[in-house]
């Protein structure tokens, strides 16, 4: 019984094993361990590094932003998933994501659907 | 508020190719592409089949088809994008087309069939030898041949090491690389199968066992009302399916021969059901005593291994209900099928149906045994 138990936890010794889904933005950061005095293991991300931003108009559209949109909702009407605004504060780029839509008439660049970012393993 | 065009929807197909470098085909190839279908499959070759609207005067029929363009060995990529996350579902070769010509306007078709790069080395055969390399540097020689198509070697030691003997026996390869590949991979219970991605124009070639470790896929949800994300799901427990094979061995030192003894299947497959299903058949090798003993085991626990799978299911499910892409050759949870069925399999093979407006994905799963091993499924 040890033996099978033994491939249930099998991966838990392994960091980043239990990575971010596919869809997060943090999917591909690495997972540090730091290690504090009395021994314990703490697990942190990685820092997240910016993909090059896009430099043609062909690698975004523009967005003019109306009155109160979000960027969730912006997330929901270009890729389908509320989840994705980051994909949109990072093509601009912005820390604050309120920042995308603060104001009405600004232009935001949205990136196209097909990007793929990163290159993680997937196995 | 939203009174600018929205985008097609969630769910984004894009097609590439070209003879070596893929580049995205004119736009007028996407706007005839009628259906693609797309299978891959644990341990085969994985294939495709396009259908585009043929129409008269249109850009195919009058440039493309006659310059080339769909000529066979012409590479094909296929990406698509799910909730702004990118997936490569397909990189191959055209091997056949056809057209049907019809006499009704819109009704004419080029369909356009293919496999994956794996055809590349079943193409031509080779006599070569290897002396002095194991099983699994043989491979990695062999697959190391076609890095310009940017297949990346992910080769496994195999579990039972057979340390070559160049004194004893030199391994030749008579056939194409594709075939000795395949036949040293179910001599050591292993699959051999070309994974595209991560980014289109890459793929790795996976020689070792199948990847039943790691983390699990979103699960499958059947009969759980506005939860479920199958549209169906059937499930199979065959019971002659296992079989234990018995492997005799000599020892060329006294003349002695001595049955092997049974292998643990484990480090192959970790199980995944709690009750594994007891062998009903009992099958002898042959040809085993002649061969070195640590051959005989890896090929004795390559056929306990390959026979465990006695539970398999089938089902189909829409993508954009589901919300995710369901990977073949990865580990799956299921939910909602009872306390028998319930838990994580293996996918086996999916089958991807993507025509405009829908994509449909038919799938196999299989384990080697009823109920979960765990307390939970992950969502």
């Known amino acids: 019984m040890a033996e099978l138990e033994s491939y249930e936890s099998a991966l838990d010794a392994v960091p980043g094993a239990h990575p971010y889904p596919r869809t997060s933005r943090y999917h591909d950061v690495g997972i540090g361990i730091h ?9 942190y991300a990685g820092r997240r590094l910016l993909p090059p931003l896009p430099d043609g108009p062909e690698e975004t559209r523009a967005h003019t932003v109306a009155a109160g949109e979000r960027p969730d909702l912006l997330a929901q009407r270009y890729f389908g998933d509320p989840g994705q605004w980051w994909r949109i504060a990072d093509a601009n780029p912005v820390l604050d994501p309120d920042e995308l839509t603060g104001e009405a008439g600004r232009t935001v660049r949205v990136p196209l ?3 793929f970012p990163g290159g993680g393993r997937r196995v | 508020m939203f009174d600018v065009p929205v ?7 894009a097609l590439l190719m070209g003879p070596r470098l893929v580049r995205p085909v004119p736009a007028e190839v996407t706007e005839a592409l009628l259906s693609a279908q797309i299978t891959a499959t644990a341990g085969e070759r994985s294939g495709f089949q396009l259908a585009f609207d043929l129409t008269r005067n249109g850009l195919i029929s009058r440039r493309l088809l006659p310059e080339g363009f769909f000529d ?12 702004g996350t990118s997936d490569v579902l397909f990189d191959g070769l055209v091997v056949r087309q056809e057209v049907g010509a019809s006499n009704q306007p819109g009704h004419s078709t080029l369909t356009v069939t293919g496999e994956d790069l794996t055809l590349l080395m079943d193409l031509e055969e080779r006599t070569a030898g290897y002396p002095n390399l194991p099983p699994w540097e043989r491979v990695l020689a062999i697959v190391r041949r076609y890095s310009g198509y940017g297949i990346r070697p992910d080769v496994y030691r195999e579990k039972i090491a057979q340390p070559p003997h160049q004194d004893l026996r030199v391994h030749y390869q008579t056939g194409t690389d594709l075939q000795y590949v395949t036949e040293l991979a179910r001599a050591n219970g292993y699959t051999f199968y070309l994974e595209p991605g ?7 070639a996976r020689w070792g066992p199948e990847v039943r470790l790691g983390v699990r896929q979103h699960a499958l949800n059947v009969n759980m009302d506005a939860h479920s994300t199958v549209d169906q799901l059937t499930f199979a427990y065959d019971g002659t399916a296992r079989e234990e094979p018995q492997a005799r061995w000599q020892d060329p030192a006294n003349r002695q021969s001595s049955l092997l003894p049974q292998p643990s299947i484990s480090p192959l497959r970790p199980p995944l059901g709690k009750r594994p299903t007891p062998a009903l058949k009992r099958r002898t090798l042959s040809g085993t005593a002649k061969q070195q003993r640590a051959q005989a085991e890896a090929e004795l ?11 398999s299911g089938s089902g189909s499910l829409d993508v954009n209900r589901h919300g995710y ?11 909602g099928a009872g306390r028998a069925y319930d838990g994580d399999y293996y996918v086996k093979s999916v089958t991807h149906h993507l025509r405009p407006g829908s994509y449909q994905q038919n ?4 384990r080697e045994g009823l109920e979960a091993r765990g307390d939970h499924v992950r969502p």
């Open chain 1, 35 to 43: 290690r504090t005095a009395d021994g314990t293991e703490v697990r």
């Open chain 1, 113 to 115: 659907a097909g990007g």
């Open chain 2, 7 to 13: 985008g097609q929807g969630p769910v984004h197909a």
């Open chain 2, 72 to 83: 066979p060995k012409t590479r094909v990529v296929v990406t698509v994008t799910v909730r």
């Open chain 2, 198 to 204: 991560p980014a289109p124009g890459h793929s790795s």
């Open chain 2, 301 to 311: 626990l390559a056929r306990a291994a390959v026979s465990a799978d006695v539970v």
């Open chain 2, 325 to 335: 892409i369901l990977q073949p050759r990865r580990l799956v949870g299921v939910r």
């Open chain 2, 363 to 366: 799938f196999t799963l299989s």
